[in-house]
């Protein structure tokens, strides 16, 4: 079956249909990575978009149960090159048709993805459908129609839509108790923390600074997430009080940009944003580049750090943009790329070292 995708500039990109049929409308993003295409998928970061591969075949060591790093699908669409037929793995349970169609996603297959990518690269991330029921090319009413709803298309609420709807507590005999706000969690934040010898609750990411102190944490983390950072005014409010605690801080992605707020700095859109596993980061502690898995579409602006508050640690050698903070007024660091990492490349998991060590001297200290 023929499956079409219409960008918010009207152009048209004809392919075939993976996973289920039907119409969806989200925010067209590309990203990079050669692998790790389940956990992608997974990832609440994703909320609302529809994801581009570039990497021409996808899905060609299938899809299981354990590579989830949410409990389901939350992308609008995926878009791929090519979807194997015929994956090769001993952990292989099904194609990436069937997980698509599994999880009621509607997918497009057989684009030429680069050509796509260049096109979200010149013009910048743009909201776009992908659709099975009509050809856009040779319907103009229904294209007028649709095009007018993908314009006015917007990603809101998405942390809300994406939190954990009641704590949960995870590997309960760890030593070191971490308090984690759900953003979007990715779980393998919760397993790299386990790892460490912590217990992890994860609260929703809207719990009051009285629900998160009254569990007497020995850590704070701020998980990563989806969505435009500065319209969660109220969460942005309670790290503003959780930094006066004093408890040691790490903050992952949507939670970096958040603590960013909370000290007085900004945030701003990325043109086309960084998704995908292949970004070098440079750690102004030590001058080492790192290469870093990362899927953000906002940025925090460097030089809007209060320098009272703080200063930006790591920076992406690419762009220039800011990728981590260290604080001064606060016991808390954050990066915005993933130091989790899952499907790759872990380079930066001594983070979580890093802040098991903070979590460490603070004991020692009391």
């Known amino acids: 079956m023929n499956a079409y995708l219409l960008l918010a500039n009207g152009q048209v990109l004809t392919g075939k249909s ?55 699908i939350w992308a609008k669409g995926y878009i791929v090159r090519q979807a194997c037929q015929t994956p090769s793995n001993f952990r292989c349970q099904m194609t990436l048709d069937a997980f698509l169609k599994q999880h ?72 070191y108790h971490v308090a984690l706000l759900d953003l979007g969690c990715k779980n393998n934040i919760v397993r790299c923390l386990a790892k460490r010898d912590c217990k992890v609750t994860v609260l929703p990411g809207n719990a009051s600074p009285a629900q998160v102190l009254e569990l007497n ?37 949507l939670g970096h940009q958040l603590t960013a707020l909370a000290a007085g700095a900004k945030t701003e859109k990325l043109k086309f944003g960084h998704r995908g596993a292949n970004q070098p980061v440079t750690d ?34 690419n762009d220039g943009t800011c990728e981590g903070v260290e604080y001064a007024a606060w016991n808390c660091f954050t990066v915005q790329f993933h130091p989790e990492a899952n499907g790759g490349p872990k380079d930066t998991e001594y983070l979580f070292d890093r802040f098991v060590e903070r979590i460490k001297a603070g004991k020692e200290g009391e």
């Open 18 to 72: 993976i996973g289920q049929t039907g119409t969806t409308m989200g925010e067209v993003v590309f990203a990079t990575g050669m692998v790790g295409f389940q956990e992608t998928l997974t990832d609440p970061s994703y909320y609302g978009q529809i994801i581009t591969q570039t990497y021409p075949l996808i899905g060609n060591y299938g899809m299981n149960d354990q590579d989830y790093e949410s409990g389901k």
């Open 104 to 175: 009621n996603i509607i997918g497009l297959e057989g684009i030429d993805t680069r050509a796509l990518t260049k096109i979200l690269r010149t013009a910048g991330v743009m909201n776009g459908a992908i659709t099975t029921e009509f050809d856009p090319r040779a319907d103009e009413a229904r294209t007028a129609a649709l095009l007018e709803e993908i314009r006015s298309y917007a990603i809101l609420d998405a942390v809300k839509a994406v939190t954990c709807a009641q704590p949960s507590v995870h590997n309960p005999q760890g030593r």
């Open 217 to 253: 944490p020995d850590g704070i983390m701020l998980s990563n997430g989806p969505g435009d950072p500065a319209e969660n005014v109220e969460i942005i409010a309670n790290i503003r009080t959780l930094m006066a605690s004093g408890i040691p801080t790490f903050g992952i992605c």
């Open 284 to 317: 102004h502690t030590d001058g080492r580049t790192y290469i870093t898995s990362q899927n953000h579409g906002y940025a925090v602006v460097s030089d809007s750090v209060p320098p009272e508050m703080g200063k930006v640690s790591h920076m992406n050698a």
